[in-house]
């Protein structure tokens, strides 16, 4: 009878705990946690507007290749004192204030024709810098999925240790109801009644000190998930751990995480850059065309009107000859820019394998230790209901009871913390191994 009741205890425990407050309080999945985390985090909006921008610059004008067409006007209106001597004094003439007009106007328009391919390496490098982009923003998603998981998790965990002292504390209120009862048939003496109460005294307080932690946690979560803070949530589920997972997998999908395919991409860039360097070596041949308007007018003078207009045409061919060989040492130092980038690459491969190696081996190491773990909770379970029924027959001390108590209470505690271990390597694998689902 006794052990049936410790199972409903359970039960209702856990239905008080985390069910009571329902009503006011909205649940919230993990799936649920994940979507509103990518809506709404600020970083990831960031990502998207940075998309936004790469892809607004991947153009051909950015790079250099469209032609440039530029219209000009210029009228301005003078007042002039005018002067003029000939070899017949007779047609000398002087005048003040005289009125005089120039207009110019023209459209112009100028194309490259060729400059050593550095228009076609700059477009390809925008490109690039556009596909860089959006894998920066796959990252960003990522690490804000890894971050709302692990957070999620540890509240399911935090919340299981409540359970856990909850369901303590039922037991310590049959053992104070039994104290009770068998003093007042004169078998128990005030020395098991104040253990009795102090034990069930300090599980309440470490109860709400527990439900503490539990409630800082939803509110971190609810700030990894831009909500308010003083949301009311609740979170219902259980760790489980995925048991299928391969290290051979992990270390072949490394390559394809966004982090490594990010500087992958920057060699790339840098990689154009140095062509970008190198063109600036060779001759460039621009076209220019337009047409011009040219007016000039004036009240006195020996030319009252001079009017000229009409289209040109023309090709301007420069050649680097010398320039103190900056053209030289900038190629020099882009070389040095993608023998960095793939230092840096191989550093973050070598980085997230040995990582990987390190998960893995917790991954593996708490699968092992979470099937003990598993069998001493049964064990722990079955000590205390048995232990319960032989002190209630007067056949196991108080300090029995306790220690019953304490065993199960860390053996349950053990098995919750192997499965958040377990749960966050198993995370952690998937985020080096580019598997992390949102």
């Not at 070899?87 to 207009?103: C, D, F, I, T």
Request: charged letters at 15%; one cysteine or more; proline letters at 2%.
């Amino acid at each position: 009878m006794i052990k049936n009741s410790i199972i409903l205890l359970s039960i209702s425990v856990a239905c008080c705990l985390f069910f009571s407050t329902a009503s006011a309080q909205q649940p919230l999945s993990l799936q649920q946690a994940v979507d509103i985390a990518i809506k709404n985090s600020l970083g990831v909006q960031v990502g998207k507007n940075n998309t936004r921008i790469t892809g607004i610059n991947n153009n051909y004008g950015v790079a250099g290749g469209l032609p440039s067409i530029t219209a000009s006007v210029t009228d301005q209106q003078q007042s002039i004192s005018l002067k003029q001597e000939y070899s017949n004094p007779a047609n000398n003439k002087e005048s003040n204030s005289v009125g005089s007009n120039g207009l110019t106007a023209g459209v112009s328009a100028n194309i490259l024709i060729t400059n050593g391919e550095r228009v076609v390496t700059a477009k390809k490098r925008l490109a690039t810098i556009e596909h860089q982009s959006y894998k920066q923003l796959n990252s960003r998603m990522q690490t804000v999925v890894v971050n709302v998981l692990l957070k999620y998790y540890d509240i399911v965990r935090q919340q299981s240790y409540a359970k856990v002292l909850q369901t303590s504390i039922e037991v310590s209120k049959q053992k104070l109801d039994i104290v009770i009862k068998q003093q007042d048939v004169g078998l128990a003496n005030n020395a098991d009644l104040f253990q009795a109460q102090v034990d069930l005294t300090t599980q309440t307080q470490l109860l709400q000190a527990q439900q503490l932690v539990v409630d800082q946690g939803k509110t971190d979560l609810l700030y990894l998930l831009t909500l308010n803070p003083d949301s009311a949530i609740t979170v219902q589920d259980t760790i489980v751990v995925e048991k299928g997972l391969q290290l051979d997998t992990v270390l072949n999908n490394i390559a394809t995480h966004p982090d490594i395919a990010v500087l992958q991409d920057q060699i790339a860039i840098n990689q154009f850059l140095v062509k970008e360097v190198t063109a600036q070596r060779y001759p460039s041949v621009n076209l220019s065309t337009g047409y011009n308007l040219s007016r000039s007018q004036s009240a006195a003078g020996f030319t009252l009107l001079n009017q000229q207009r009409g289209p040109y045409a023309g090709i301007a061919v420069s050649v680097p000859i010398y320039n103190g060989g900056v053209y030289k040492r900038q190629q020099q130092v882009a070389g040095i820019n993608v023998a960095n980038a793939n230092l840096q690459k191989d550093t973050l491969v070598n980085a997230y394998t040995a990582n990987a190696i390190k998960s893995w081996q917790a991954y593996q190491s708490n699968l092992q230790q979470l099937e003990t773990a598993q069998q001493n909770y049964a064990l722990s379970l079955k000590l205390l209901q048995l232990v319960l029924q032989k002190f209630q027959l007067r056949q196991a001390t108080i300090v029995d009871v306790k220690n019953a108590q304490q065993s199960f209470e860390n053996a349950a505690n053990l098995m919750v913390n192997i499965s958040y271990a377990g749960k966050a390597a198993e995370i952690q694998l998937k985020r080096y191994a580019n598997m992390i689902p949102f």
